[in-house]
């Protein structure tokens, strides 16, 4: 049985070195119940990410004097819906967006290309609309759905997506790295309003983002999306718990 130092050695050697692995949820012939087993023993290092992170936030919270823990509103007159959406539907939309391409597919590259372009067409609606009035909706709509069945039947030639992966797993590494800064970089957005001066500590409010990337993204490439997605739902329960207490 592996050691919380082999566990730790194996996530810090996946980070230096971040590998294109088949998730053991995908292998063939490996059960549900021995992967999850497998998960559910590496516990010490999810605390310890864990509190690496919420220790982060809280420097976070002291650098810019906003409460960046905060996830509950006292006054809030749904607060049943607030902990459904930010530990249930936060994770699985958040996975999805910046893990579940990590371990390409077919299926999941027209997925990826068709969100892509639904927020190009979202960061440029205002011309659009601009230009087509009140009808651009009606434009919009059968041109995404055309270009994306266009697309999806380019991709599905094996010559062009094995090329696709080929490039993918070469440059693994950057794609992983990539993923996670992006991440880092929307849990700042969504968190913290920074003034002029406090951009100075972008760097240190990166840290947090940074670490669940990194961690998640092990996760997911060594367990499976599913694997991540409950990792992410437990590590903001610790957050919501935390601020359960606080509001008692």
């Known amino acids: 049985m592996k050691t919380f130092r082999m566990r730790f050695a194996d996530f810090t050697a996946f980070t230096r070195q971040p590998r294109y692995l088949l998730p053991l949820d995908e292998t063939p012939g490996q059960r549900t119940t021995a992967t999850a087993s497998l998960f559910l023993a590496e516990y010490p290092l999810f605390l310890t ?96 759905i055309v270009v994306v069945w266009q697309l999806s039947r380019y991709i599905r030639r094996p010559a062009v997506y094995t090329q696709i992966e080929r490039f993918w797993q070469v440059n693994f590494r950057w794609v992983f790295y990539g993923l996670a800064l992006v991440y880092a970089l929307f849990r700042v957005d969504n968190t913290v309003s920074l003034t002029d001066w406090q951009v100075l500590w972008l760097p240190v409010l990166l840290l947090p983002g940074w670490l669940i990337g990194l961690y998640l993204g092990y996760v997911r490439m060594k367990y499976g999306f599913w694997f991540a997605v409950a990792v992410h739902a437990l590590m903001m329960s610790l957050s919501i718990g935390l601020e359960i207490i606080r509001l008692l």
């Open 49 to 144: 990410v864990s509190a690496l992170s919420i220790g982060s936030l809280l420097l976070t919270s002291h650098l810019t004097g906003q409460d960046v823990l905060r996830l509950l509103n006292p006054s809030s007159r749904f607060p049943l819906t607030v902990l459904i959406v930010a530990g249930l539907v936060a994770p699985v939309l958040s996975e999805t967006l910046f893990r579940f391409m990590l371990r390409l597919t077919p299926a999941r590259l027209e997925v990826a290309v068709a969100l892509l372009l639904l927020v190009l067409i979202d960061l440029s609606y205002k011309g659009i609309k601009a230009v087509l009035n009140e009808q651009a909706v009606f434009w919009v709509v059968p041109v995404w």
